[in-house]
């Protein structure tokens, strides 16, 4: 079966938010140290201490967006404790991650340095489990505050006249899990309190995230939009694929089985039915859709790589991850309504990362290539399509489609249609259907990343082995562009007429 994809060019869904290609960093294993920060006497090249590699690759990337200090970390964390002399800041134990001593080496002024550095927005997330209001106010006054005010004067001290601009500021993370293990009732209301005294100064307006629900908590999305929705811009949503039938056991990232690449798949298009019904939910108090849904932490989830510690949550990332990537951003660019921000877990080094770093090596991985191929959505506007593709059917699971799609225009007029082939067994010919071009004539181009098995990944002996590559298997006759995609692989095509 010939698939086929009709692309209404005249018919603007939305606008695709940057921050949907956002990202994730904590203090967990060798995200934050080796990974981002080598610090200042490091022999690997580095600028005040962050490694030069890291920060042109996520600039090449467009990374709009980066989430910090976690994740779990986020509810141990205590801020002062990583401000002044670097020698003298308090070391602590990180008891989520691998029970570690975290030195407090890279803190806010790090932080905020690095996001000035990559030209990205920081999203802060406080404390609401183990800290106060008053530490988390304090927090948003060192930042913000330009003026005569304690915090503001500390900052001085430390070296920082000037006051940062800080948009995003999330109250708390998971305080249904490892922040704090509350109900929604109760978390609702520490919301409610914390936030008031989350407070714009001068001219920085804060952006007010809520901590949301995990995965298909519907009852903790009803009971905090009842209760916070009038206090709050955005609240979150954690949802990570797994592969395996517990977290105990959660599936390798290479050598897998290849029955699971489908299983995979299916779970990672399960996001779909979550950003449905969260959002009916939140369209019941919040029919303007004024409030985002920022899934904030989301990605594959696998068993940490042989002879790393179970704590730094290490995995390879293979072409499987490539396709997670894929499809889970054509999700969230065709719910670009609700979804204002997402951010892949995470960063470097942990989980599904965009980067892996071995001492003064670093190699981008599939998934990076993914989202470095689909900056080109970064703010255009998402186009209406309809798809008719094939379903694969699987022995162990419910079927798939064969092919995931999303288009938009930029500003300058070009048109960016980017397809997944789900299938890693055959390829798969779609017909475009281009309607509503203002010109026929249409220059085509593409870019296309596929691998030669289903765990083809980079590594740091090889780091080319799974990189993109022009595409040309594709025909234009005036009305229709038929295209050959390879098996298991991700292509972007870029259109623009005179
Ligand atoms: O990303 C790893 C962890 O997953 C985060 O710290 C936490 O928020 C989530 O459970």
Redesign the pocket.
């Known amino acids: 079966m010939t698939n086929r994809l009709t692309i209404n060019a005249d018919r603007i869904k939305g606008t695709i938010n940057r921050n949907i290609y956002g990202h ?1 960093s ?1 203090h ?1 294993g060798r995200c934050i140290y080796e990974g981002l920060w080598v610090g200042e006497d490091s022999p690997i090249p580095n600028t005040k201490g962050i490694r030069n590699d890291v920060v042109a690759a996520l600039k090449q990337m467009k990374i709009p967006v980066l989430r910090w200090p ?5 509810d141990e964390y205590h801020w002062k404790d990583g401000i002044g002399p670097r020698e003298q800041r308090k070391r602590m134990i990180n008891t ?2 691998g029970g570690v001593v975290e030195n407090n080496h890279f803190g806010t002024h790090e932080f905020l340095m690095l996001c000035e550095m990559l030209e990205c927005e920081p999203y802060i997330n406080g404390n609401v489990g183990s800290g106060t209001v008053q530490e988390m106010s304090e927090w948003v006054e060192y930042m913000t505050f330009e003026g005569v005010s304690p915090m503001a004067e500390l900052r001085e001290l430390n070296g920082r006249a000037e006051p940062w601009k800080v948009k995003y500021f999330g109250v708390g ?2 305080n249904w ?3 704090g293990n509350m109900r929604p009732e109760y978390y609702a209301d520490l919301y409610r309190q914390f936030q008031t005294y989350v407070r714009n100064y001068g001219d920085n307006r804060i952006h007010k995230i809520a901590c949301g629900p ?1 995965s298909d908590d519907y009852h903790w999305m009803e009971t905090l939009m009842k209760q916070a929705h009038r206090f709050m811009d955005s609240t979150t949503l ?1 949802y ?1 694929t797994i592969t395996g039938d517990s977290w105990q056991e959660k599936g390798a990232a290479t050598g897998f089985p290849e029955q699971l690449w489908a299983r995979t798949m299916k779970k990672a298009l399960y996001m779909e039915e979550l950003l449905v019904k969260h959002s009916a939910i939140m369209d019941q108090y919040d029919p303007e859709k004024r409030i985002g849904l920022l899934v904030d ?1 989301w ?1 594959t ?1 696998f068993d940490v790589e042989p002879g790393t510690n179970p704590g730094f ?1 290490y995995q390879q990332n293979t072409i499987r991850d490539a396709l997670v990537a894929g499809i889970t951003l054509h999700l969230f660019n065709q719910h670009c309504d609700r979804v204002q921000m997402a951010n892949l ?2 960063l470097v080094n ?2 599904q990362a965009v980067i892996l770093t071995e001492g003064e090596k670093m190699l981008l991985t599939p998934t990076y290539h993914v989202f470095n191929m689909f900056k080109v959505h970064q703010d255009a506007q998402l186009l209406d399509i309809h798809l008719t593709t094939k379903e694969l059917k699987s022995d162990i699971d419910d079927a798939i489609p064969q092919i995931s799609s999303s288009a938009s225009i930029d500003a300058s007029g070009k048109i960016h249609i980017s397809l997944c082939n789900l299938d890693h067994l055959a390829s798969a010919k779609v017909d475009l259907d281009l309607r509503g071009l203002t010109n026929e004539n249409v220059r085509v181009s593409g870019t296309t990343l596929t691998a030669d098995s289903v765990d083809g990944h980079n590594t740091f002996e090889n780091p080319d082995r799974v990189a993109p590559a022009p595409f040309t298997s594709f025909a234009w006759d005036g009305k229709l562009l038929k295209v050959d995609l390879s098996p298991m692989s991700v292509t972007v095509l870029e259109l623009m007429t005179d």
């Open positions: 994730f904590e967990l976690g994740g779990c970390f986020a989520h991650w993370n998971e899990g490892c922040g995990n954690h990570y932490e990605g989830w949550l877990a995470q942990v989980l």
